[in-house]
């Protein structure tokens, strides 16, 4: 079968920096993605990783292990704007999205 | 460039009645998608168009549910009957190419069975 595990929910304060992580166990492997969905929203690209490292953009980071099956996202400098749902997807020949995790804020 | 359009926003329909729902891809994306998300849970695949083909039907939940893609433009899911179960959020997305590229998705149709 295939499955991805995240944490369900994640709190952090405003300003801080967070982690999200996902493993994976899926059939077939090509890449690791990240998604942001805020409530009501569209699900909307944040990054991807392809190779073993650490992709940066902006404030967001991706890093992915593929001999550990595992990835994270790192958000720094907290926003307010960034309480969202966070979602690991695997793509396979197909794009199988982790439960996601929800991202709690505190001023 | 349009972004992926989905039609209706919402719908509400009572058990036992059918619903399309409607969803155009970002003209030139080879690759569609239909997922459903249920009370705030996973997003789950439900399948995968290349073109106008059926590339993987694997989440599709049973055969009340019957998806096409005319022509490898827009695509159609319906749902008939439909069930109390089947209410959710359905999202389409769609991307040009699929190792690495990233899907657009959809606003979402919320829909809801009565």
């Known amino acids: 079968g295939q499955s991805l595990e995240q944490p369900s929910e994640v709190t952090a304060v405003e300003g801080a920096i967070v982690q999200i992580n996902c493993t994976y166990q899926?059939?077939?492997?090509?890449?690791l993605s990240w998604y942001q969905q805020h409530d009501g929203g569209a699900p909307t690209f944040l990054s991807y990783?392809?190779?073993?490292g650490l992709e940066e953009t902006g404030r967001f980071s991706s890093f992915l292990s593929r001999s550990d099956s595992y990835g994270y996202l790192l958000l720094q400098e907290l926003q307010m704007k960034d309480s969202a749902s966070y979602f690991c997807?695997?793509?396979?020949?197909?794009?199988?999205f982790g439960k996601g995790t929800r991202l709690h804020i505190l001023p | 460039e349009a972004g992926v359009t989905q039609f209706p926003s919402h719908s509400v329909i009572e058990k036992g009645q059918t619903v399309t729902l409607r969803c155009d891809p970002i003209?030139?994306?080879?690759?569609l998608y239909w997922y459903r998300r249920v009370m705030g849970k996973e997003i789950k695949f439900l399948l995968h168009?290349?073109?106008?083909?059926?590339?993987?039907e694997s989440g599709m939940p049973n055969n009340r549910f019957l998806a096409e893609r005319t022509g490898g433009t827009y695509s159609t899911l319906k749902v008939q009957p439909a069930e109390l179960e089947d209410s959710g959020v359905y999202f389409c997305?769609?991307?040009?190419?699929?190792?690495?590229?990233?899907?657009?998705f959809g606003q979402g149709t919320r829909l809801t069975v009565v």
């Open positions: 997305a769609s991307s040009r190419g699929l190792y690495g590229t990233e899907a657009f």
């Open positions: 899926t059939s077939g492997f090509y890449g």
């Open positions: 168009f290349v073109k106008e083909s059926k590339q993987d």
């Open positions: 997807a695997v793509i396979d020949d197909k794009i199988i």
């Open positions: 003209s030139g994306h080879d690759n």
């Open positions: 990783n392809a190779l073993d």
